[in-house]
């Protein structure tokens, strides 16, 4: 049967290998900036779309080896753990969401958690204040990973070709090795690793730095990866265990042998929710995703998208606003369902979106500072301020569909670029630096500029609050999006610009992957556009009283895929943002 695949359009020809990071961002941006008329990537069997060809190349031949869309993804997580060591995670978590063809959908978390030993005041110092880097940096900032044993839960229960054959082609590519683009030879220099003498030997050689066209092997992950595959429990439980605690205890890390072996994963119930013709399904607390996008939508649910033209001031006005008041009860209510009660059913009423919907005006800004919340739908929330930090690469998204229609919408994180940057020396991969996404300290934002309340303190075993939205949509019934994106604080709202421009906006799924990104999350009272949005729009919003901030250049980077309703033909949409991305199908 025919391959279909797609790389972007700049992408990893050898002519290009010794091209400038500088000459790839060019035309990175060049491809970004011309989304309009950009088509997907067809295939008639089966999909996946992920940010690194290797890995969608795994995926894809699981498929088409008769594996199920659950035995795709895990083989591209792991691929991506080899050759996307920016994001692709074994010492990191993440959330799966799976949507089987008869019907039935599940959500398998695997967050990380916080030590046993951590506290609710470890980022501050004698006098309260926030210790720098203290909770994104090193040793300390380290959470217990979850991502083995949430993949390897999920290979189990739910896969055919066990874990054995689904790793196998993450352990060829940390063997033999991968030749490096021009752009991830760039990443490896990252300053920060160098302060870590497992990382600088293992990405850097000790100061040799990789350059474009050279190929990058991995032996010690490679032989990680093998044990894993032979007794994933092992890294939990048993000698791998031990060795990645003598590892980090070197540093002061709190991760002890209990909190590997305590680590548990959880399968709980999708948020769903409505939007016109479409039932949503998405991320549930730990995560804030699903709850803030079903919110967002419910709030837009009184404004005729559809009547307006995709990236218009009008558009991105009301979509902004709905936004604002979606990540005000954020901030306020979320965090980890097993520390809090979350009141999730009135967040995601019908009757509370419709209130707040209420005090939105079609030709003026809301200020933040005066948004009052509708009253009677909540219990009352404690009052939160803070100002934005930097909005940082991090995560990473894939999506998988298969031949009987099963459907899989993955990400994980090691939160910050390349995480703690710490590598774990024995076992050769990188830990998360999950801790930043609670909150240490009440009215401080987190790296993404985040505030958060009470709900998401820290204490030892939980979980920290996540923006992490993986999203399956259906459409009479019938699976017609799976969607997904990293990009920090800023990954819901990716989620909700591309759902609404494939749908309201009438894009195709590339074209509305491609568009150019707005972002507003309460505080700051700031609208984060992307490059490509017209002067005048612009000129437009500022006039509305919208804040803008264009300084951020491009962000997220979603891995999309559609279902045509009429042949049921699947479309995929990889992000041009990345240049060493793909779709690929058969």
Known sequence: MHTVRRFSSFLLISGLLASSCAAHA????????????????????????????????????????GGNAVDSAVATAFALAVVHPIAGNLGGGGFLLLRTHDGKSTFIEFREKAPLAATETMYQDAKGNIIPDASTLGYRSIATPGSVAGLAYAERTYGKLGLKRVIAPAIKLASDGFALTAEEANELTESDLARFPESRSLFQRDGKFYRAGEVFKQPQLARTLERIAADPDDFYHGKMAQELVADLSKGGSLITRDDLAQYSVVERKPIIGEYRDYTIISAPPPSSGGIVLVSALNIL?????????????????????????????????????DFNRIPTAELISKDYAAAWS???????????????????????????????????????????????GNAVAL???????????????????????????????????????LIQGPANAIAPGKRPLSAMTPTIVLEDGKLRYVLGSPGGGRIITTVANIFLSATAGKLNIQEAVDAPRFHHQYLPDKLYLEPGVDSRVQDELRDMGHTLDLGDGHWSNGECIAIDP?????????????????AAGY
């Open 411 to 449: 990400t994980t994180t090691l939160n910050d670029s390349f995480g703690s940057h710490v590598t774990a020396g024995s076992l050769g991969f990188l830990l998360n630096d999950e801790m930043d996404d609670f909150t240490s300290k009440l009215g401080t934002p987190n790296m993404y500029g």
């Open 358 to 404: 209420k005090s939105i005006e079609p030709d003026r800004a809301s200020p933040s500072a005066a948004l009052k919340r509708p009253a009677g739908f909540l219990p009352l929330a404690p009052s939160t301020a803070g100002t934005r930090q930097k909005e940082s690469p991090d995560t990473t998204h894939l999506s998988v569909v298969d031949a009987e």
């Open 301 to 337: 649910e009184r404004f005729d998208l559809a009547q307006m033209k995709d990236r218009s001031a009008p558009w991105i006005h009301f979509i902004t606003e709905a936004f604002r008041r979606a990540y005000m009860d954020r901030a306020e209510y979320l965090g980890d369902p």
């Open 26 to 65: 060019q035309e990175r941006d060049k491809a970004v900036l011309a989304w309009r008329g950009e088509q997907p990537v067809r295939a008639k069997h089966g999909m996946v779309v992920s940010v690194h060809h290797l890995a969608s190349d795994a995926g894809l031949n699981i498929l088409r080896e």
């Open 566 to 582: 009429k042949t049921g033909e699947l479309l995929a949409g990889h992000d041009h943002r990345s240049s060493y991305g793909s």
